[in-house]
């Protein structure tokens, strides 16, 4: 088998979730680009079926986009059910939907507000389990083969600096955001070690910085602090990432962490 081949995929489904936007539409595009049909989704419909026009239009590949919150087992079962009808199959999920909100003010643990801590487990831990569990019932398992990619975070793996944020408006890394994205790194190991048996490989990508717009004194400072000297760039450097994890030309790879990270956790 050629590089090429080992690299393409087409015929294949991909279910990404937080895919309408940001890091995930990228990935949403790069798995396109290698030849898969992709299924998107976003708490917001509207988001997710016009960022699936676009992909649609872009690459003539097809491309749905479904309205699911992550946090709810039921919409989760059901937006798994809607892509399995539409499409047939899944082969790859993407595990991307994530977020965190903070401010100076909420950002340290000692101010850090409870309903903050639940909702970034919530939707970036929680989510992640209940996305995997669904198409690994309903369609990887059945199927004897498939792959997952949990987007994590070097957050997940380090602690953060804190000098990037200062002269900064920005509340920026919280311990319930590394404690997710730590958990997500946990849960990649066991779900590999467990789904083996089914021909089902789990690996994760561990993204560090990515700009967007983030203001010239916290860009310079986060570069200052990576042996690249810079923070990554949308629109490259993550899809190729996510494509490898998901194609033939990992095969034989199941359980890691990949970071995409300019070196920051090579210090």
């Not at 079926?49 to 872009?58: D, G, N, P, T």
């Not at 590394?178 to 990508?205: F, W, Y």
């Amino acid at each position: 088998m050629n590089v090429k081949k080992l690299f393409d995929l087409g015929g294949q489904v991909a279910l990404v979730t937080g895919g309408a936007r940001n890091l995930g539409w990228e990935i949403a595009q790069g798995l396109v680009e290698a030849g898969a049909d992709v299924a998107l989704t976003s708490r917001d419909r509207g988001q997710a079926e016009e960022a699936a026009r676009r992909l649609a239009s872009e690459t003539g590949r097809r491309a749905a986009g479904f309205a699911c919150d992550v946090r709810s087992e039921p919409q989760v079962e059901a937006t798994v059910r809607a892509v399995l009808a539409a499409f047939g199959r899944i082969d790859i999920l993407v595990n991307n939907a994530g977020n965190v909100t903070s401010t100076p003010e909420t950002n340290t643990v000692d101010r850090r507000p409870l309903a903050e801590w639940e909702h970034t487990i919530d939707v970036n831990l929680k989510g992640t389990f209940l996305c995997s569990k669904h198409v690994v019932a309903l369609a990887l398992k059945p199927a004897s083969r498939g792959v997952i990619v949990n987007i994590a975070s070097t957050a997940g793996m380090v602690g953060k600096d804190r000098r990037i944020y200062r002269g900064t408006t920005m509340g920026g890394t919280t311990a319930d955001y590394a404690a997710a994205k730590g958990g997500v790194l946990a849960l990649t190991r066991e779900l590999a070690c467990a789904l083996a048996e089914s021909n089902i490989r789990v690996n994760a990508i561990s993204p560090g910085g990515f700009w967007r717009d983030h203001g010239e004194t916290f860009t310079r400072q986060y570069g200052e602090l990576v042996p690249l000297r810079r923070m990554g760039r949308e629109g490259k450097e993550l899809k190729g990432a996510v494509v490898f994890l998901a194609s033939e030309a990992a095969s034989y790879i199941t359980g890691i962490n990949l970071p995409v990270d300019g070196g920051l956790t090579a210090w």
